[in-house]
């Protein structure tokens, strides 16, 4: 069975810099965004607000109604991963990581993209980037 999940792309503007949260797995040690499974009563955008909530305690955050992007895969256990990408503004920098990670990062754009693993996660943020940068 397919495995749902949501997460988000949390950005911050400090000053004339845009800066995009990734945090680390404290399992693979991968950089990623935070992200989730999704609760059986939840809506997908439920999911991706609990998720960051529960993995950084972020809370001042605004999502981008228009940026929404799917990705699937299947994970190292060989277990269909399906997960929802939603855009949030966070207009606080304070993050305090659940113990599912062990480090976060505020990075630009370049830097942000260069630390991501995955090529399905850099492809997600340059949308984000090119959506912020071009409305």
Known sequence: MK???GGGIVYLNEGNKRLF???K??????????????LDNEILKETSIREIKEETEMKNLEMNEVYHEIINFVSNKGKEKEVHHFLFESFEKKV??????????????????NLIDHENQKRLLKKANNLLENG
Request: net charge negative; hydrophobic share 35%.
């Open 3 to 5: 495995e749902v999940c």
């Open 21 to 23: 949260l990734l945090i």
């Open 25 to 38: 797995s404290s399992k693979t040690g991968w950089w990623v965004f935070p992200k989730g499974h999704k």
């Open 96 to 113: 305090t990581l659940s113990n599912e990670h062990n480090d976060y990062k505020w990075l630009e754009f370049g830097d942000a993209y």
